[in-house]
């Protein structure tokens, strides 16, 4: 007999099923609530709420673990790739050498994008956020594929249909930031691997030639990104996906989703808090006490995580790896020290420790793409492209379960009470 909640309202009890997770996650199982009680639950920014079940990835926000099918982030971070941690999110496997070259073809072969999509890019201002320019060129999509329109799309479809998105996304990004530095556009070149590829039509031209190990760097920093099971942007994707429509319309509810500044747009907002800092002449205990205060709206950007309540086991990781490519690349950042001595600050102080507030996945990622030379407009378009796998992994799951449902929550009203329509020459 599975375990069972039982609920007392008004009077009577009501039992309801308990649902246990693989690695012993517990949930009330709340489907036949208000057929049985007329109640609903009510539960602002979703803090108790489960909104589906996965095999994708594991978050234990109280032990600062995350796995992907099972594999600890650390071991992908160390070992893996970028495009074999996507096919793992993808498929639930490994994938064999012959899967990942067949895998890494399919996307290879989407190694351009139409010229009308290129039109609609030449339109926007260089000063355009690079954010709505990638969202926007990813719904130009649609018209440009209608075959992938056709929901509900055969399996091989919608993996053909992956592999585009995975592609000509990167594409889309390279292309308008070589329109914002006037450069001329770089063909993609697949035989570089995705992020030699990437850094290559970003940077190429004039004797540039991609450094094995920043590429390898790049690379992790995209496994570090790839998924974290139902955070904002993976539920607006699984929101818009689950009215059936179709791949481009739903990865730009994750991409503007994934912009705002308490989200993605943390990472640009890390960078621009640091230079504040540094403006200000670097007395980064100031800013501490400005995300104190209570009447100051200022938060210290890169810090806390709704599920991650000791440490981001991505952010000690790229802690690591700052050192290590600012090393190689003889950068030396005084935002990284900045940074340093914020992080130090803030774990010792007590307003931090007592709300679990550590440094995430943001705080230390934008020091690493300025390393690299990307801009800060576009650090949040590098978090898309590592999202991207994860978000078409969790859209893929949702698609191929049966019993999925249409999302619709429900509400608790608190307007007002009926009344009847009164002439304007009357009010
Ligand atoms: C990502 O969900 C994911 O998995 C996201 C992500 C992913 O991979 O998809 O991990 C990526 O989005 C990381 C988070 C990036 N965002 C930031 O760095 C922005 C700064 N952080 C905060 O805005 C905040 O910590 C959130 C949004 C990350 C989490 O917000 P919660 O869970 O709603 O927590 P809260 O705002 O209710 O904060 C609880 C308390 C409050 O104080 P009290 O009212 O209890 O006195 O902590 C305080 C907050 O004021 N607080 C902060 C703070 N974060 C929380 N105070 C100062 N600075 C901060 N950064």
């Not at 993996?159 to 995975?166: F, L, M, N, R, S």
């Not at 503007?256 to 230079?275: F, K, S």
């Not at 407009?377 to 492209?385: H, Q, R």
Request: hydrophobic residues 40%; aromatic residues 10%.
């Amino acid at each position: 007999m599975s375990k069972q909640a039982v609920l007392e309202l008004d009077g009577k009890k009501f039992e309801l099923p308990v649902i246990e997770g693989t690695e012993g996650e517990l949930a009330i199982d709340i489907r036949e609530l208000r057929a049985k009680t007329g109640y609903i639950t009510l539960d602002n920014g979703y803090m108790n709420t489960g909104s589906c079940e996965s095999k994708i990835t594991f978050l234990d926000g109280e032990n600062g673990i995350l796995r992907y099918r099972g594999y600890p982030i650390e071991q992908l971070a160390e070992k893996s790739t970028f495009m074999e941690t996507s096919y793992l999110l993808t498929f639930g496997e490994l994938p064999t050498k012959q899967q990942l070259e067949n895998f890494k073809g399919d996307i290879s072969s989407y190694s351009s994008i139409p010229h009308g999509v290129k039109k609609i890019l030449d339109q926007f201002p260089t000063t355009a956020h690079p954010m709505g320019v990638v969202a926007s060129a990813t719904a130009s999509l649609s018209g440009f594929n209608p075959e992938f329109l056709n929901m509900p799309l055969p399996p091989e479809t919608r993996i053909k249909a992956i592999a585009q998105v995975i592609s000509q996304i990167k594409i889309i990004a390279a292309y308008f930031y070589r329109r914002t530095v006037h450069k001329d556009f770089i063909e993609s070149k697949p035989e570089l691997g995705w992020s030699g590829d990437f850094l290559n039509m970003m940077f190429g031209g004039d004797g540039y030639k991609v450094d094995p190990e920043i590429a390898k760097a790049l690379d992790t920093l995209l496994i570090l990104h790839a998924d974290h099971e139902q955070n904002c942007s993976t539920s607006a994707v699984r929101l818009v996906g689950s009215s059936q429509a179709n791949i481009f319309a739903v990865i730009v509810g994750g991409i503007d989703a994934l912009w705002g500044q308490l989200h993605g747009g943390a990472n640009q907002a890390v960078l621009e808090m640091l230079e504040l800092i540094k403006k200000d002449g670097g007395d980064y205990k100031k800013f501490l006490a400005k995300a104190k205060d209570k009447n100051d709206p200022f938060k210290l950007m890169g810090f806390g995580h709704r599920v991650y309540k000791n440490f981001d086991p991505r952010a000690t990781i790229i802690k690591k790896a700052c050192d290590t490519i600012l090393a190689k690349l003889g950068v030396v950042d005084p935002l990284l020290d900045i940074a340093r001595g914020l992080e130090e600050a803030a774990l010792s102080d007590d307003y931090f420790k007592e709300r679990n507030l550590y440094p995430n996945v943001d705080f230390y990622s934008g020091i690493i793409y300025r390393a690299l030379g990307i801009p800060t407009n576009m650090f949040t378009v590098m978090f898309v492209l590592g999202r991207i796998p994860g978000w078409l992994s969790q859209w893929k799951e949702m698609r191929e379960d049966p019993a999925q449902k249409i999302a619709r929550p429900r509400q608790i009203y608190t307007g007002a009470n009926a009344r009847d329509y009164v002439s304007i020459d009357k009010r």
